[in-house]
């Protein structure tokens, strides 16, 4: 075992020597490519005697547990493992210091302590092996060793973390900058910088010997030369790197670091191309320069969200009690003393909800009283707001003489009084206010006459009127049918308009209503069997409305039971023959829903039984899908049977259906049947669906579907 | 459910309470090690607390969705090329064997197609709108196009669910969720995310309360959908012979009730239940004045169209969502149905124009002579755009496009957006982009950017996570701002 020690620590001695050597003649040696290699193992292997030395230490502590001969034998081989393993990464760390750009400083001070810590372990050593007897010194270098470790392990941290790694997260950045005289370079261009290029180019990571953080050595530029020449940024190393393909060894940012966006890019040469200058601030520039237009975007933003109030925010606590349902209190944004307040919902409004905003006075900046009843002695109430910005008046009953209250409130900007009385002369104070930028005055006391003669008078303000020039003649809308669906028996058609003074007209017969024909509309009107509905809508100053075309149902007599004597296609089944007396209509586009019955490979037959007691029937309304386009169509006949048995009927009447000449929106149609009066118990109705669907379809020579919903009885 | 109801009961223990803070004290040292600015003040991510997190431009949305993709070559993307060569063949360069919808991917042609509808320079920014869109053409000077919006998606409900949420799946909150949690109620006496839904005359694609869903958020923050009837809120009205101070005196005994059971088993959403409860009251008052139009003086009726009187069309949505959005409400979500043109472009979409144009000229018109369009973001999109060939078979009269998801038209106009201006450019095809693309996590990342919110610090924890509408991509495009 002494022998191996001995081996050991002479394997130190050796390493100590060789890098002390080259540690001194540094500029005079070459590293061979491979030992650089070997510097790259510097960072790993040194958390080794990092822990070795902790563990000396933590032994240290602990040696009342050992007996002492053998607790020296375990410091012994400890204490040689920590000193070969500091030598060993003292000289991988020289040779890192070779194949790396770190900041001049930092990396002196970490080789000259590194190289001192490696030298102290060593003799360290040397004294622990030897044949004193000073105990309480000999564990008092191994100390020493550790408090030269921390020193030495923080320098080094110092080099791959930066400065006040450990201390940053408790420390609060500072706010950048502040000032308006602040340099378009501070304000728009070192914020990209910052992001993408200063964590490798700065004092102490001066990749390539570049450093970019400080605008003198910026200007100077690194071991390739200056990084741009001001004014071509078409001859600016720093832009050719970045230009290179990400894949080229050369392409800054590199491969896998935060890369810079084409605005970014953009903002950069525009910033070289206008003279790389470090100072100007915005307004030095000509406005026609392209970094005008590239950061000012970025300036501007900024400058925007960060309006400087100097009041003080008013208490949490205050704000919340000012909240209430009918009237929000809160500030613009996050951290911002400036407060908005709106009152809501004019049946609450009280005039003392108003005064309590006295409490917030100096940071009211916008108020909105919007649609609620304030007068103009109310106004005076407002002249506390001394730094609102935006008011807004609309629709309250406001006829102007209170405005001069406002003549205090001069930081106002715009102000909102559309849907008030306000006249030329009563809004005569406001238009003294310094900051005043818009004013709206639309449906107020002022024509826009007297708004073009403002606008000639007061250059400087905004008047806002109305866009909506009233030229053109529009259509009303239809008329509405307020019962949908079935009308039962008791049900009254009825209609409707909601614009306030139209004429309807109607008619029941098939004929076209318009503004001179149709029977106009006064009430409801009851009805005695399906009809098709037509009503117009018209009124003077518009034009009539569309027609409104629709069926409306009415029930009818309800057999005692209906069944189907052929099958409905297996897909469009719906609830079998009950679907036909359910009183449901079905949807015009939707046909896979249980109010349809859907036919095609035979015809439709259902039998009906009116019981013992038979209503005396008149017409038979058969009510169908007309959706052409999906292949349903009309039945091309219908015909109705009556018979006192379920066997024996005779066929009453046929009625044959025109077939469609074209394509059309789909509509539910119905198919009225009469018959001479008849009492059967019994009665069969047949509809035939399409054999052969006509040339002008798609699916021409096709069969076709007949879809039906309801059958009604009268 | 059932395990909120048993974490409730072991707050009570000294023994989870000392292994909880144990494991805190533990976790908030590990933290501090994986996160090094746990403990530092400054710029640490911002969980919401109901406010802008610098000073918006924007206070509020009206998101006018044009469901079912409008074609952009028939309403905004002007593109001369393709009347010239219509019925050629798409190029192979151009086309570049991007993918195709099932629809089309089995013609064996693509001939490209013009638009059958002229267009022409409007305003003095010179935007070109098509003439299908003649009100729209009077306000282009307020508006910012974008014509290099891009999405992931090729099929509807993906790409509408993209659009809306972030996420194509369809579980994540909506944008106006987003808003709502990140922004809170303006006016606590209505919802701060309501949806108004209506239906043209042309092919349709359904939308589904996934699109208003709050996802993972607190259920506060889901839209609510207004009824398309006359009665825009159902059950508003108080039953008859009941007044109300009977209705208050009964919310008083249940809010009484339910405090208790809350007590018991500490589940947040009986408190937003009660929350509900009480904002539904106060919309007894604030709801019947907003819905009724009968108010709206003549001019304003005509400006609309005289369908605005009629609940449930587009007409009626724009002005209920006016007076919704003076009313505070943050977000108010429009959809159009009837947009999808696979065929009989040239039937159906001056059908849908009609439907709407006028009234979204005049939504931005009325926000404007009120004051209110410098604070208010709104918006007209769509899911993605639609090809520039022909779907179907083309002939002189009538034409269909199919989906086209690489780019496609929208707009906004109002609060902070750049007006009177386009952005972005498509190649001469009208098929990929040429310049300035436009992802749909930027959209979402500027829209938040506008309303004061930083789309990265807008975050909600779920999962193990934290969750973004952005999810992990989007930059705010600057050239969309004033």
């Known amino acids: ?714 | 459910m059932s395990k909120e109801f048993m974490d409730h009961r072991k707050h009570v223990t000294r023994r989870y309470f000392m292994g909880k803070l144990s494991l805190g004290v533990g976790s908030v040292a590990l933290g501090s090690l994986l996160i090094p600015d746990l403990f530092s003040n400054s710029e640490s991510p911002v969980a919401s607390t109901g406010l802008p997190h610098f000073a918006p431009k924007a206070k509020r949305i009206i998101y006018l969705f044009q469901n079912g993709a409008p074609s952009q070559l028939e309403s905004f993307d002007y593109k001369p090329l393709l009347n010239k060569m219509t019925g050629q063949e798409l190029p192979a360069s151009i086309r570049m064997g991007q993918r195709l919808t099932g629809m089309t991917s089995g013609q064996s042609k693509f001939p490209l197609v013009g638009s059958y509808f002229k267009f022409n320079q409007h305003g003095n920014s010179g935007a070109w709108v098509s003439e299908m869109f003649p009100n729209i053409s009077k306000v282009v000077d307020d508006i910012c196009f974008i014509k290099t919006m891009h999405t992931e998606a090729i099929n509807h409900d993906p790409a509408l669910t993209f659009m809306q949420t972030g996420a194509q799946q369809g579980n994540r909150p909506s944008m106006g969720s987003w808003l709502s949690y990140g922004l809170g109620s303006e006016n606590k006496n209505l919802p701060a995310f309501c949806v108004l839904l209506s239906r043209g005359r042309g092919n349709g694609q359904g939308v589904y309360s996934k699109l208003w869903t709050n996802g993972f958020l607190d259920s506060v923050h889901q839209g609510v959908q207004f009824s398309s009837s006359e009665e825009r809120v159902l059950y508003l009205k108080d039953p008859e012979g009941r007044d109300r101070a009977d209705r208050r005196n009964m919310l008083d005994q249940l809010s009484k009730l339910n405090d208790l059971n809350y007590k018991e088993f500490g589940d947040p959403e009986i408190q937003a239940r009660v929350q509900q409860y009480e904002m539904a009251y106060r919309m007894q008052t604030a709801v019947p004045e907003l819905t009724d139009l009968s108010k709206e003086p003549d001019n304003i009726i005509k400006m609309y169209g005289s369908d605005c009187l009629v609940p449930g069309t587009y007409a009626a949505n724009c002005l209920l969502a006016r007076k919704l959005s003076e009313a505070g409400v943050r977000f108010v979500q429009l959809y159009h149905q009837g947009w999808d043109q696979h065929g009989n472009m040239v039937g159906e979409m001056p059908l849908q124009a009609q439907d709407t144009d006028r009234a979204t000229a005049a939504l931005i018109m009325d926000l404007k002579q009120r004051g209110l369009l410098d604070e208010t973001l709104v918006i007209w999109g769509t899911e993605f755009g639609r090809t520039n060939y022909c779907q179907g078979d083309l002939t002189i009269k009538n034409y269909g496009r199919d989906h086209h998801p690489r780019c496609f038209t929208m707009w906004m106009a109002g609060g902070g957006v750049k007006a009177g201006t386009t952005y972005g450019e498509t190649d001469e095809f009208g098929y990929n982009i040429a310049s300035n693309p436009v992802h749909v996590n930027d959209f979402h990342a500027t829209v938040l950017h506008l309303l004061g919110l930083n789309h990265e610090q807008l975050t909600f924890k779920h999962l193990g996570r934290r969750y973004r509408l952005t999810d992990v991509g989007g930059k705010v495009i600057s050239g969309l701002m004033a």
């Open chain 1, 1 to 714: 075992m002494q022998q191996s020690i001995r081996f050991f620590k002479n394997l130190s001695l050796f390493f100590l020597l060789l890098t002390s050597f080259i540690f001194l003649f540094e500029d005079r040696v070459v590293i061979p490519l491979w030992l650089q290699v070997a510097g790259r193992l510097h960072p790993a292997l040194l958390h080794i005697p990092i822990g070795i030395v902790v563990m000396l230490v933590l032994l240290l502590l602990v040696r009342s547990q050992f007996k002492s001969k053998q607790f020296k034998k375990v410091l012994a081989i400890s204490l040689t493992m920590a000193t070969v393993t500091i030598t060993l990464t003292a000289f991988f760390g020289l040779l890192l210091s070779f194949s790396d750009d770190y900041g001049a400083d930092s990396l002196q001070r970490h080789k000259v302590s590194g190289l001192a810590l490696a030298w102290l372990s060593y003799f360290v050593l040397v004294f622990y092996l030897s044949t004193s007897e000073i105990r309480m010194l000999k564990h008092a270098g191994i100390l020493l060793v550790f408090v030269l470790l921390v020193f030495v392990g923080h320098t080094g941290s110092v080099l791959t973390h930066g400065e006040n790694f450990i201390l940053a997260p408790l420390q609060t950045s500072v706010p950048r900058v502040d000032s308006v005289n602040a340099s378009v370079y501070q304000l728009a261009v070192m914020p990209v910088l910052e992001k993408k290029c200063f964590s490798c180019h700065n004092e102490k990571k001066a990749k390539g010997k570049l450093i970019m953080t400080d605008p003198s050595k910026f200007k100077t530029g690194g071991e390739s030369g200056v990084a741009f020449v001001a004014g071509k940024s078409d001859s600016s190393r720093m832009i050719h790197h970045i230009l290179l393909p990400l894949a080229h060894d050369d392409h800054m940012p590199p491969d896998g670091k935060p890369q810079l966006t084409g605005f970014e890019i953009d903002l950069l040469k525009a910033w070289i191309n206008s003279g790389a200058d470090f100072d100007k601030p915005l307004a030095a520039y000509n406005p026609t320069d392209t970094l005008v237009k590239l950061a000012g975007k970025t300036i501007e933003s900024y400058y925007a969200s960060s309006v400087n109030y100097t009041f003080k925010p008013a208490t949490p606590d205050l704000i919340q009690k000012l909240n209430t349902p009918f009237r929000s209190v809160f500030p613009i944004h996050i951290n911002s003393p400036a407060l908005q307040a709106d009152f809501f919902v004019k049946e609450y409004f009280t005039i003392q909800s108003l005064k309590e905003l006295q409490q917030i006075n100096e940071q009211l900046v916008a108020l909105s009283l919007s649609k609620m009843p304030i007068t103009d002695s109310d106004l005076q109430l407002l002249s506390a707001f001394q730094n609102l910005e935006k008011l807004n008046l609309n629709f309250t009953n406001l006829s102007g003489t209170g405005l001069g209250n406002l003549d205090k409130c001069s930081n106002l900007k715009s102000i909102s009084l559309a849907g008030t009385q306000v006249t030329p002369e009563t809004i005569k104070p406001l238009l003294s206010l310094p900051n005043l930028k818009t004013l709206y005055l639309w449906n107020t006391g002022i024509d826009t006459t007297q708004q073009h003669q403002l606008e000639k008078d007061y250059p400087t303000i905004n008047f806002v009127h109305t866009a909506y020039k009233d030229e053109s003649i529009l259509t009303l809308s239809k008329p509405m049918l307020v019962n949908e669906g079935i009308l039962t028996q008791q049900d009254l058609l009825t209609l409707k308009h909601t614009m306030p003074g139209v004429t309807i007209r109607y008619s029941l017969d098939g004929t076209k209503p318009d503004s001179v024909n149709g029977i106009i509309y006064y009430g409801p009107i009851k009805l005695d069997e399906t009809v098709k509905l037509q009503a117009v809508a018209c009124k003077p100053g518009w034009y009539c409305s569309k027609l409104l075309e629709t069926t409306v149902y009415l029930e009818g007599y309800k057999p005692e039971n209906i069944t189907l004597l052929t099958p409905a296609d297996k897909q469009y089944r719906g609830e079998g023959a009950l679907s036909l007396t359910d009183g449901r209509k079905g949807f015009v586009d939707i046909f896979k829903e249980p109010s349809w019955l859907g036919f095609r490979e035979n015809d439709f037959v259902s039998s009906v039984d009116f019981g013992n007691q038979p209503p005396t029937l008149n017409k038979v309304v058969i009510s169908y899908s007309d959706n052409v386009g999906s292949y349903i169509f009309p039945p091309t006949e219908v015909q109705i049977w009556g018979g006192q048995s379920e066997h024996n009927f005779k066929l009453l009447t046929t009625e044959k259906i025109t077939e469609p000449t074209g394509y059309r929106t789909p509509f539910n149609g119905f198919i009225p049947v009469s018959l001479k009066e008849s009492n059967f118990q019994y009665y069969k109705i047949v509809a035939k669906p399409i054999a052969k669907l006509p040339k002008w379809h798609g699916g021409k020579g096709q069969k076709g579907w007949f879809f039906v919903d309801e059958v009604f009885f009268y």
